[in-house]
């Protein structure tokens, strides 16, 4: 696709619902992340995919945060027992490769899934 | 790990000024800094980046400069619009897009 489209972009859970954030890279792109971005604050990284392998989760806060991309493509993040301090933008971004050392690794951002947790 | 601070995080100038955002990083091994741009209800875009190996980039109205042994990289952007409104994110990274560490953003007001 043209860019990286997440869905949905608002959503409103009450504490301990579980919810499933849905992002669609940019077709090709190897690589995917998740990032967390609280109100007034820089993006946090979560997780990272290169194709359907998760190289790396360190960032998950918490094992209620769980994230796969079977067919290394669409990625879902899932946020089990939601809890309020959960609420934030979580931005989804891919990468034609996820290293750095080309031009060719820029990180394309979707505009984010809102989760509100009441 | 890596830690970014960025300043201000408010910044208000009249349209034609010059604006500069700051950032200082802990980790000597970021030779990456990108920065991008947020506006409401979207996600950051990437506006320009800079390597280790460079001390200055420049396109059109927006320049970086990078100080590795000062470990500080600043945004310069020129002849301001009403339309470079937005927050400004820092980053570093010792190389690889996973690793990135953002700073905590400066809100960017240009006044008609």
């Known amino acids: 696709g043209a860019g990286v489209s997440q869905s949905p972009r608002y959503k409103v859970a009450k504490r301990g619902q579980d919810v499933a954030l849905r992002c669609d890279p940019i077709s090709g792109h190897v690589s995917l992340f998740w990032y967390q971005q609280a109100l007034g604050q820089g993006p946090e990284f979560l997780t990272y995919?290169?194709?359907?392998?998760?190289?790396?989760k360190s960032g998950l806060p918490s094992d209620r945060f769980f994230a796969e991309r079977p067919e290394g493509s669409v990625s879902t993040l899932k946020i089990q027992r939601t809890q309020q301090e959960d609420s934030a933008v979580y931005l989804c971004?891919?990468?034609?490769?996820?290293?750095?050392?080309?031009?060719?690794?820029?990180?394309?951002f979707g505009a984010g899934s809102r989760l509100t947790v009441l | 790990g890596e830690n970014v601070e960025q300043h201000p995080s408010t910044l208000s100038v009249q349209e034609g000024d010059s604006a500069v955002i700051k950032c200082t990083y802990s980790d000597s091994a970021s030779n990456y800094f990108p920065w991008y741009k947020q506006e409401l209800g979207k996600g950051p875009q990437l506006i320009i980046d800079?390597?280790?190996?460079?001390g200055e980039k420049k396109d059109q109205r927006i320049a970086v400069t990078l100080n590795k042994t000062a470990k500080h990289f600043s945004l310069h952007i020129t002849e301001t619009q009403p339309e470079d409104s937005a927050v400004y994110f820092c980053a570093a990274s010792p190389g690889s897009a996973r690793q990135l560490t953002f700073g905590s953003g400066t809100q960017l007001t240009v006044l008609p």
């Open positions: 995919f290169q194709n359907e392998a998760q190289l790396d």
């Open positions: 971004a891919s990468s034609l490769d996820g290293g750095l050392q080309t031009g060719a690794n820029v990180l394309t």
């Open positions: 800079i390597r280790s190996n460079v």
